[in-house]
């Protein structure tokens, strides 16, 4: 698949840039754009000022592409409106963009194309300044995304190595550990042994270390060369990520980690608190004091929203009013509102002009809620991570006006069932997208499950979905059982949701087939769970040859002591009835006649 001389001349050439500490690119890499067909290529970018350039992969291999971006430096500037590289997830700019790496990006980039083609775009601002990116791209069957590596570690404390550790690891590995610990704890992450591919950049083989479950934001660090480095988690969550190419492969690394208690938390001068509804600032009067001001002086960008003064001053708004900004910034849904605090006197001051920035993101299912604060900067920057609200439940009928609080829920076979998503939230423009919903006998949806709907689409024939309204999306579907006598059926679906105002989100394409992105990792997303729904038994048909189901099974001891008690009760209220007959039958012959002596004709 790979082709020797190609893998021998990058290993010389990597060997060149590190003893002459030189940045050459490799030859033949293109400057400002190109149409790239190898099966696997690496390369670095030098642009200047007002650069607008296009890169398009493609080769008919029915493979996906893996994309990374190890090294990026934009102008210190500038912003991701002006300067940025966008990722397309297709043949073309037109195709949906599948990420957004920027100056503000706190990650490597690793992006994944739903097939055999990919698009990137990079332009520059006119600020003076030599830019340089290092991006490198391989094809790989779509089942091997994982490359048998990675995971999910839950103890409290464990080790990690690289594949084929103390042996050279495998060439293009990609490896994701996510880690998580009991809660009121951080982690500690200890190299004891690490040898990877030498780079000042660490722009060829690298592992990342991120602060939490996601992997597009929150980077701690990234490491190469010789070195045993030592991370720290800001809570119970930490992901750990190996990438490698094709060359210059070493015995990788052993890891330990182990989970420390977190101290008791303090109580913030200033804190933010993100909820799927509202926002709420709390700042406390000596923090206030201590700036010179008073709550007097405070403002929203809305300044007819006051707070409430307490022994603090709070302000608690919806997330969609009093001023607040709302922004799609790729990964998250970001609401920003500023607090003023205007200084007094009308023709001069000695104090500060002070603003505090609150920004809640809202992210992939993420309750973790940091502040950041610069003390010695007129700009006080507060943010606050939060998750949207979201509940799936089932209704009685297609008006969608009485749910259904039963559990289990017993239907009948083929019977239609009505289920809604809701999205509990102020703001109101916000879309709900149903995007893949799968049913399974078992709560943990192992084993066997059945699609109702994949990527938008409908995979089972009775599945109806409803158009989208407000903050809901609704679908029906005719109730089933599975085979093999599981009792119960569970429902998990996958839920997006979008910025109403933007047509080309994930909500607006419907169903997207296998040659597009199914769920663009820049879209908003969660799942939810309701569960379970079992068939109704018909007593009149227990004597028909059809097999029990376990549910019946276990039903069925109190059915036989039912039908025992019932029996016993008729009998006895038939034997006192035949008792009272007798008894009234030989009263009566003793009141209604005699007997007679027949007298004797002889």
């Known amino acids: 698949m790979f082709r020797v001389e190609d893998k021998t001349l990058l290993q010389l050439q990597r060997s060149l840039e590190v003893v002459l500490s030189c940045c050459s690119s490799p030859v033949g890499a293109p400057r400002c754009g190109a149409s790239l067909h190898d099966l696997n290529k690496a390369f670095r970018i030098d642009l200047n000022a007002n650069a607008t350039c296009v890169w398009q992969i493609q080769r008919n291999v029915n493979q996906t592409i893996r994309l990374v971006f190890s090294y990026f430096q934009f102008a210190p500037s500038s912003s991701c409106e002006t300067e940025s590289i966008k990722i397309y997830d297709g043949p073309s700019t037109n195709s949906p963009l599948l990420g957004q790496v920027c100056n503000d990006t706190d990650a490597v980039p690793v992006l994944h194309s739903s097939s055999d083609s990919l698009t990137f775009l990079i332009t520059t601002n006119s600020a003076a300044f030599a830019r340089s990116f290092f991006v490198y791209y391989y094809f790989f069957p779509a089942e091997a995304k994982n490359e048998n590596c990675g995971g999910e570690l839950t103890g409290p404390n464990g080790t990690i190595t690289s594949p084929n550790y103390p042996a050279p690891y495998p060439e293009f590995t990609y490896c994701v550990w996510h880690i998580e610990t009991a809660k009121n704890s951080k982690i500690k992450l200890q190299f004891q042994d690490f040898f990877l591919e030498l780079d000042k950049t660490c722009r060829f083989d690298f592992t990342a270390v991120y602060d939490g479950l996601a992997t597009n934001t929150g980077l701690i660090g990234k490491v190469c060369g010789r070195t045993q480095p030592t991370f720290e988690s800001s809570s119970n969550l930490m992901t750990l990520v190996l990438s490698t190419d094709y060359a210059n492969s070493y015995r990788g690394f052993s890891a330990q980690y182990t989970s420390v208690p977190l101290p008791a938390p303090v109580e913030p001068d200033t804190f933010l608190t993100c909820t799927s509804e509202s ?140 289920a809604q998503v809701s999205l509990h939230s102020t703001d109101p423009n916000l879309l709900v997208f149903v995007d893949t919903c799968i049913a399974s006998p078992q709560a943990d949806f192992g084993s066997p499950t059945y699609d109702l709907i994949r990527s938008g689409c409908k995979k089972d024939d009775t599945v109806v979905t409803y158009p989208p309204l407000k903050h809901y999306g609704r679908f029906k579907f005719n109730a089933f059982r599975f085979l093999r006598s599981f009792p119960s059926v569970y429902l998990q679906c996958d839920i997006v949701i979008c910025d109403s105002n933007a047509t080309e989100s994930r909500c607006t394409q419907g169903c997207v087939s296998r040659q597009k992105r199914a769920l663009p990792t820049h879209t908003w997303k969660t799942n939810t769970v309701v569960g379970p729904i079992r068939l109704k038994r018909d007593l009149r048909s ?41 008894i009234l039958k030989y009263h009566k012959r003793q009141a209604g006649h005699g007997y007679q002596k027949i007298q004797s004709s002889y």
């Open 542 to 582: 227990a004597g028909h040859s059809e097999s029990l189901t376990r549910a019946d099974a276990e039903e069925m001891p109190n059915l036989q002591q039912y039908n025992f008690y019932t029996l016993s009760f008729v009998v006895l209220i038939s034997n006192i009835i035949i008792v009272v007959a007798v």
């Open 279 to 418: 926002m709420k600032i709390v700042l406390s009067k000596s923090y206030l004091a201590s700036l010179g001001y008073n709550e007097t002086q405070l403002q929203l960008n809305d300044p007819s929203c006051r707070p409430l003064v307490t022994d603090s001053v709070i302000f608690s708004f919806p997330l969609a009013s009093c001023g607040t900004t709302k922004k799609d910034e790729g990964h998250s849904i970001t609401y920003t509102n500023i607090i003023s605090l205007s200084a007094t006197g009308s023709v001069i001051t000695r104090q500060k002009n002070i603003e505090i920035i609150a920004k809640c993101k809202m992210e992939n299912n993420s309750t973790l809620e940091v502040i950041y604060i610069t003390k010695n900067n007129v700009i006080q920057n507060t943010t606050a991570t939060g998750s949207y609200n979201v509940s799936m439940s089932f209704y009685d009928s297609d008006s969608f006006s009485q749910p259904v609080h039963q559990s289990p829920y017993y239907v009948d076979l083929n019977q239609n069932l009505f």
